[in-house]
């Protein structure tokens, strides 16, 4: 029988530790995380709302900003430089998608790296490349920290990374990597692609398709991690892989809900709170010097 990876008790367990360790901070001042979310959609309003309730729980000051979608691209530029310079907020979260006439990598350049706690900035996206990660993209993070937390070594092993997003795909196989896992990212276009993953020991799996991996895809003791976050058609929240006919092949897997997704907000959390750390330390050292 496999083990489901229990992501939600995870990540319970790790907020509770940062909610001491905030608890024990007496001289610095209060982390602080401002989330802008610019439009209506619905699934951003579900993720905004849980990242506030987890900010709260834990003992972040957090806001949101509501932006009407009709903002310009100068007006929410503004928003951002305003955040960068306001003391309060140590961590500035944009959340995508944004509205077509808004172009999304300006604006993600244009967040203080300092304060990129989603870790989408090309500074932090290039210091994870080059092996001296800073701030690290939440879900990619939180699936490291599962496959700490659960002792599933990864040397040596083959992990297929199927999505190459920059949020997501793409930092995974850096993480990976780095662990010493041997890497292959594939895609939607990626030919003969269930035959590639039945060659994965590690599968991890962020596509954006209802059910798009089942049986074929799984080699026997594969790991399988569920990044996928889609509705049915009856509106019900499912993953990327065909949970009930996949599991059985499996040596662990993460359901949805109740996996990745509680990771992704703990390790927010966990970036801001360092983020606060390193700038009010380094206040107090322009502050003596
Ligand atoms: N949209 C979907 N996931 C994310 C995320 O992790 N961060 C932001 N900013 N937007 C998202």
């Known amino acids: 029988m496999p083990t489901i990876i229990d992501g939600k008790g995870l990540a319970q367990t790790m907020q509770e530790r940062l909610k001491e360790t905030i608890a024990k901070e007496t001289t610095m001042k209060t982390p602080g995380l401002v989330v802008l979310l610019v439009g209506e959609d619905p699934a951003s309003q579900t993720y905004v709302k849980n990242k506030e309730l987890a900010a709260t729980r834990i003992g972040i000051h957090s806001k949101i ?11 929410l530029l503004e928003r951002i430089a305003f955040y960068n310079r306001h003391e309060d907020f140590h961590g500035i979260l944009v959340q995508l998608p944004l509205p077509k006439h808004i172009d999304e990598a300006k604006i993600v350049e244009a967040i203080d790296p300092k304060k990129d706690v989603d870790g989408f900035h090309p500074m ?44 997501v795909g793409k930092p995974m196989a850096q993480l990976l990597l780095a662990q010493n896992a041997t890497v292959t990212m594939a895609h939607s276009k990626t030919k003969e692609l269930a ?12 596509i954006g398709r209802g059910h798009f991996v089942t049986q074929e895809f799984i080699k ?30 499996t040596s662990f897997i993460t359901p949805v809900p109740k996996g990745v997704g509680p990771m992704t907000i703990t390790m927010l959390m966990q970036q801001t709170y360092e983020a606060a750390k390193r700038q009010e330390r380094s206040k107090l050292e322009n502050k003596l010097s």
């Open 65 to 75: 900003e509501r932006l009407s979608h009709t903002i310009t691209q100068e007006e």
């Open 124 to 167: 932090n996206l290039g210091h994870l490349f080059a092996g001296t990660p800073e701030m690290i993209p939440c879900t990619p993070y939180g699936i490291m920290e599962m496959f700490n937390a659960y002792e599933i070594d990864l040397t040596g092993k083959h992990a297929v990374v199927i999505g190459r997003s920059n949020i």
């Open 195 to 206: 035959a590639l993953a039945k060659t994965a020991d590690i599968l991890v799996v962020a």
């Open 220 to 249: 026997e003791g594969a790991v399988v991690i569920d990044v996928g976050m889609n509705r049915d058609d009856k509106g019900k929240l499912i993953g990327d892989v065909k949970f009930d006919e996949v599991a059985p092949l």
